[in-house]
Protein backbone atom coordinates (compact mmCIF):
# COMPACT_ATOMS: atom_id res chain seq x y z
CA UNK A 1 0.00 0.00 0.00
CA UNK A 2 1.70 3.23 -1.06
CA UNK A 3 0.68 5.88 1.28
CA UNK A 4 2.90 8.52 -0.69
CA UNK A 5 2.09 8.70 -4.08
CA UNK A 6 3.84 11.06 -7.07
CA UNK A 7 1.92 10.23 -9.91
CA UNK A 8 4.20 11.95 -12.48
CA UNK A 9 7.29 10.27 -12.72
CA UNK A 10 8.97 12.88 -15.09
CA UNK A 11 8.55 16.66 -15.84
CA UNK A 12 9.90 18.67 -18.05
CA UNK A 13 10.01 22.79 -18.02
CA UNK A 14 11.67 25.25 -19.63
CA UNK A 15 13.95 27.50 -17.72
CA UNK A 16 12.55 30.79 -16.43
CA UNK A 17 9.23 28.72 -15.97
CA UNK A 18 7.56 27.42 -13.15
CA UNK A 19 7.43 23.82 -11.99
CA UNK A 20 4.86 22.49 -10.00
CA UNK A 21 5.49 18.71 -8.42
CA UNK A 22 2.27 17.09 -7.20
CA UNK A 23 2.05 14.39 -4.59
CA UNK A 24 -0.88 12.45 -2.95
CA UNK A 25 -1.66 10.70 0.55
CA UNK A 26 -3.97 8.66 1.71
CA UNK A 27 -3.10 8.72 5.51
CA UNK A 28 -5.27 11.14 7.30
CA UNK A 29 -2.50 10.98 10.11
CA UNK A 30 0.23 12.16 8.15
CA UNK A 31 0.54 15.74 9.86
CA UNK A 32 4.04 16.72 8.50
CA UNK A 33 5.63 16.91 4.58
CA UNK A 34 8.44 16.96 3.46
CA UNK A 35 10.37 17.00 -0.23
CA UNK A 36 13.75 16.20 -0.91
CA UNK A 37 16.00 16.59 -4.08
CA UNK A 38 18.49 13.95 -5.11
CA UNK A 39 20.68 14.21 -7.54
CA UNK A 40 22.07 11.25 -9.43
CA UNK A 41 24.49 9.24 -7.31
CA UNK A 42 23.75 11.31 -4.08
CA UNK A 43 21.78 10.98 -1.08
CA UNK A 44 18.82 13.24 -0.67
CA UNK A 45 18.42 16.55 0.82
CA UNK A 46 15.96 18.07 2.60
CA UNK A 47 14.28 21.05 0.62
CA UNK A 48 11.29 22.03 2.22
CA UNK A 49 8.75 21.26 4.30
CA UNK A 50 5.13 21.77 5.33
CA UNK A 51 3.31 21.24 8.53
CA UNK A 52 -0.69 20.37 8.77
CA UNK A 53 -1.50 23.65 10.42
CA UNK A 54 -0.55 25.42 7.61
CA UNK A 55 -1.53 25.91 3.87
CA UNK A 56 1.42 27.08 2.40
CA UNK A 57 5.18 27.42 3.11
CA UNK A 58 7.95 29.40 0.84
CA UNK A 59 11.71 29.35 0.73
CA UNK A 60 12.94 31.60 -1.83
CA UNK A 61 11.88 30.09 -4.97
CA UNK A 62 10.37 26.89 -3.82
CA UNK A 63 6.66 26.95 -2.19
CA UNK A 64 4.79 23.95 -1.05
CA UNK A 65 1.35 24.12 -0.79
CA UNK A 66 -1.07 21.73 1.40
CA UNK A 67 -4.60 20.29 0.91
CA UNK A 68 -5.54 18.46 3.15
CA UNK A 69 -8.93 18.03 2.19
CA UNK A 70 -7.99 16.45 -1.10
CA UNK A 71 -4.91 14.97 0.64
CA UNK A 72 -2.46 16.70 -1.62
CA UNK A 73 -0.03 18.76 -2.04
CA UNK A 74 2.71 20.77 -4.11
CA UNK A 75 5.78 21.97 -5.06
CA UNK A 76 6.53 25.12 -6.87
CA UNK A 77 9.26 26.18 -8.27
CA UNK A 78 9.90 29.82 -9.57
CA UNK A 79 11.63 30.26 -11.81
CA UNK A 80 13.06 27.23 -12.71
CA UNK A 81 16.80 26.75 -13.20
CA UNK A 82 18.85 24.13 -14.91
CA UNK A 83 20.60 23.08 -11.90
CA UNK A 84 16.92 22.08 -10.24
CA UNK A 85 16.96 18.79 -12.62
CA UNK A 86 16.79 15.98 -10.08
CA UNK A 87 14.47 13.81 -8.77
CA UNK A 88 12.47 15.23 -5.91
CA UNK A 89 11.02 13.06 -3.33
CA UNK A 90 8.19 13.82 -1.16
CA UNK A 91 7.66 12.49 2.33
CA UNK A 92 5.99 12.26 5.44
CA UNK A 93 6.21 11.09 8.74
CA UNK A 94 4.50 7.59 10.17
CA UNK A 95 2.37 9.64 12.93
CA UNK A 96 4.49 9.50 16.48
CA UNK A 97 7.65 7.96 14.49
CA UNK A 98 10.38 9.37 12.85
CA UNK A 99 10.10 6.86 10.22
CA UNK A 100 9.70 8.95 7.08
CA UNK A 101 7.56 7.20 4.15
CA UNK A 102 8.55 8.28 0.70
CA UNK A 103 6.67 8.94 -2.60
CA UNK A 104 8.21 7.12 -5.65
CA UNK A 105 10.10 10.50 -7.24
CA UNK A 106 9.22 12.74 -10.17
CA UNK A 107 12.43 13.71 -12.27
CA UNK A 108 12.52 17.20 -12.99
CA UNK A 109 14.32 18.55 -16.24
CA UNK A 110 15.05 22.04 -17.19
CA UNK A 111 16.27 22.78 -20.39
CA UNK A 112 17.26 26.39 -21.70
CA UNK B 1 29.08 19.61 12.69
CA UNK B 2 27.70 16.01 11.98
CA UNK B 3 28.35 14.34 8.98
CA UNK B 4 27.46 10.53 7.81
CA UNK B 5 29.96 8.63 6.04
CA UNK B 6 28.71 5.38 4.06
CA UNK B 7 31.06 3.10 1.92
CA UNK B 8 31.56 1.40 -0.72
CA UNK B 9 30.19 4.07 -3.37
CA UNK B 10 29.83 0.99 -5.72
CA UNK B 11 29.71 -2.86 -5.82
CA UNK B 12 29.21 -5.06 -7.81
CA UNK B 13 28.58 -8.58 -6.24
CA UNK B 14 27.95 -12.26 -7.85
CA UNK B 15 24.22 -13.55 -7.35
CA UNK B 16 24.92 -15.87 -3.71
CA UNK B 17 28.05 -13.58 -2.53
CA UNK B 18 27.58 -12.01 1.18
CA UNK B 19 27.35 -8.39 1.13
CA UNK B 20 28.42 -6.22 3.89
CA UNK B 21 28.10 -2.35 3.78
CA UNK B 22 29.00 -0.35 6.51
CA UNK B 23 27.24 3.67 7.72
CA UNK B 24 28.62 5.74 10.45
CA UNK B 25 27.60 8.97 11.85
CA UNK B 26 30.20 11.32 13.74
CA UNK B 27 29.28 14.63 15.67
CA UNK B 28 25.98 13.12 17.83
CA UNK B 29 24.95 10.33 20.09
CA UNK B 30 22.10 7.90 20.09
CA UNK B 31 20.95 8.80 16.96
CA UNK B 32 18.20 6.78 14.99
CA UNK B 33 19.30 4.96 12.02
CA UNK B 34 17.53 3.91 8.87
CA UNK B 35 18.61 1.67 5.78
CA UNK B 36 16.69 3.00 2.65
CA UNK B 37 16.87 1.19 -1.07
CA UNK B 38 15.93 3.03 -4.19
CA UNK B 39 15.06 0.25 -6.48
CA UNK B 40 15.00 1.20 -10.42
CA UNK B 41 12.43 2.65 -11.02
CA UNK B 42 10.67 2.81 -7.53
CA UNK B 43 11.03 5.25 -4.73
CA UNK B 44 12.78 5.36 -1.48
CA UNK B 45 11.80 1.79 0.57
CA UNK B 46 12.58 1.87 4.36
CA UNK B 47 14.32 -1.12 5.03
CA UNK B 48 15.77 -1.06 8.22
CA UNK B 49 15.30 1.08 11.38
CA UNK B 50 17.70 1.17 14.78
CA UNK B 51 16.53 3.54 17.81
CA UNK B 52 19.63 2.44 19.79
CA UNK B 53 22.89 -0.29 19.89
CA UNK B 54 21.16 -3.82 18.56
CA UNK B 55 17.79 -2.00 18.66
CA UNK B 56 16.61 -3.08 15.12
CA UNK B 57 13.18 -3.49 13.20
CA UNK B 58 12.70 -4.92 10.03
CA UNK B 59 10.20 -2.61 7.61
CA UNK B 60 9.72 -5.52 4.97
CA UNK B 61 10.23 -8.68 4.79
CA UNK B 62 13.53 -9.81 2.73
CA UNK B 63 17.04 -11.48 1.99
CA UNK B 64 18.47 -8.79 3.82
CA UNK B 65 19.80 -8.48 7.12
CA UNK B 66 20.93 -5.31 9.42
CA UNK B 67 23.16 -4.89 12.78
CA UNK B 68 24.13 -1.69 14.87
CA UNK B 69 26.74 -2.94 17.47
CA UNK B 70 28.04 0.53 18.52
CA UNK B 71 25.82 3.90 18.52
CA UNK B 72 26.70 5.34 15.40
CA UNK B 73 27.42 2.29 13.57
CA UNK B 74 24.87 0.98 11.07
CA UNK B 75 25.77 -2.61 8.89
CA UNK B 76 23.29 -3.65 6.35
CA UNK B 77 24.32 -7.33 5.56
CA UNK B 78 23.57 -10.59 3.67
CA UNK B 79 24.08 -14.30 3.38
CA UNK B 80 23.84 -14.63 -0.23
CA UNK B 81 22.56 -11.58 -2.52
CA UNK B 82 19.80 -12.49 -5.05
CA UNK B 83 19.85 -10.33 -8.68
CA UNK B 84 16.64 -8.49 -6.79
CA UNK B 85 18.79 -7.30 -4.29
CA UNK B 86 20.06 -4.86 -6.84
CA UNK B 87 19.30 -1.06 -6.02
CA UNK B 88 20.43 1.76 -4.68
CA UNK B 89 21.53 1.67 -0.67
CA UNK B 90 21.24 4.47 1.64
CA UNK B 91 21.55 5.47 4.94
CA UNK B 92 19.89 7.92 7.38
CA UNK B 93 20.39 9.33 10.98
CA UNK B 94 17.79 11.75 12.28
CA UNK B 95 17.20 12.93 15.75
CA UNK B 96 13.55 13.65 17.38
CA UNK B 97 12.25 16.78 15.82
CA UNK B 98 14.95 17.22 13.26
CA UNK B 99 15.00 16.35 9.74
CA UNK B 100 16.97 13.18 8.21
CA UNK B 101 20.71 13.74 6.92
CA UNK B 102 21.42 10.77 4.19
CA UNK B 103 25.05 9.38 3.29
CA UNK B 104 25.89 9.50 -0.42
CA UNK B 105 24.98 6.13 -1.19
CA UNK B 106 25.55 2.75 -2.41
CA UNK B 107 25.41 1.84 -5.70
CA UNK B 108 24.97 -2.22 -5.69
CA UNK B 109 24.39 -4.37 -8.65
CA UNK B 110 23.96 -8.14 -8.28
CA UNK B 111 25.18 -10.47 -11.50
Known amino acids: DQQVKQNSPSLSVQEGRISILNCDYT??????FLWYKKYPAEGPTFLIS?????DKNEDGRFTVFLNKSAKHLSLHIVPSQPGDSAVYFC???????????FGTGTRLQVFP | SQTIHQWPATLVQPVGSPLSLECTVE??????LYWYRQAAGRGLQLLFY??????ISSEVPQNLSASRPQDRQFILSSKKLLLSDSGFYLC??????????FGSGTRLTVV
Open chain 2, 92 to 101: AWSKTGYGYT
Open chain 1, 27 to 32: NSMFDY
Open chain 1, 50 to 54: ISSIK
Open chain 1, 91 to 101: AAPLYNTDKLI
Open chain 2, 27 to 32: GTSNPN
Open chain 2, 50 to 55: SIGIDQ
